[in-house]
């Protein structure tokens, strides 16, 4: 397994127009992250779960769990994938997971309950730019989580908690790269490393 947190520090919680996804707390940033993370050219990357924490208003904080190996009736585009989104946020949730459509969950977790069922089955990673070169530990990942922030990066609060969960802070760049780019290059060097 391999797996993904994006935190949306502004997505919006509620359904939305889909014809302004950047006016959604840049819910078009989530949804380039989700298809890194998960779509191949003609298929679906097996073993890959994505988690969107959105913080946005009107109704913070909600949690998307995507799971590639039962996801029905997705494609890679940006509306398609944001449908998605607004379907589940329309869901009445509570603290336990509610499939929203094959493959996709939504529930209300803050960060710490979140990173707390997460550490159960993955070894947790911060990326960032000042962390160590991915090359030097991919290697030695099993079931790894790669945690990253939206455009408006991870909020120091946010940050704070996330280091008291990680295994180490990586980066797959010395440069600020776009979330979307920074998913694709780990999935990149786990493919390499043949890190399943």
């Known amino acids: 397994m391999r797996g993904f947190l994006i935190i949306g520090n502004e997505a919006f919680t509620e359904p939305f127009n889909l014809s302004d996804l950047p006016g959604a707390g840049r819910i078009d ?25 959105l ?7 909600k949690v998307m769990r995507i799971k590639s190996d039962e996801l029905r009736r997705m494609s890679p585009d940006e509306r398609n994938v944001a449908g998605h989104i607004r379907k589940a946020v329309g869901f009445k949730i509570s603290k336990d997971w509610v499939e929203t459509n094959s493959g996709i969950f939504v ?10 069922e997460l ?9 960032r730019e000042d962390g160590k070169d991915i090359r030097d530990v991919v290697t030695t990942m099993k079931n790894p989580l790669f945690i990253l922030g939206d455009h408006l990066g991870v909020k120091k609060r946010e940050e704070d908690l996330i280091l008291g969960f990680i295994k180490s802070t ?3 760049s010395k440069f600020s790269l776009m979330a ?13 490393a043949e890190i399943f």
């Open 170 to 172: 990586i980066s797959v």
């Open 107 to 116: 529930a209300r977790k803050n960060l710490n309950e979140l990173l707390i």
């Open 29 to 53: 940033v989530l949804c380039r992250c989700i298809s890194q993370a998960l779509f191949l050219s003609h298929s679906i990357r097996k073993g890959v779960e994505v988690y969107l924490l």
């Open 119 to 127: 550490s159960k089955n993955y070894e947790i990673y911060y990326m």
């Open 180 to 192: 979307e780019q920074c998913i694709a290059i780990a999935n990149y060097e786990l493919d390499r």
């Open 55 to 61: 913080l946005g208003e009107p109704d913070p904080p």
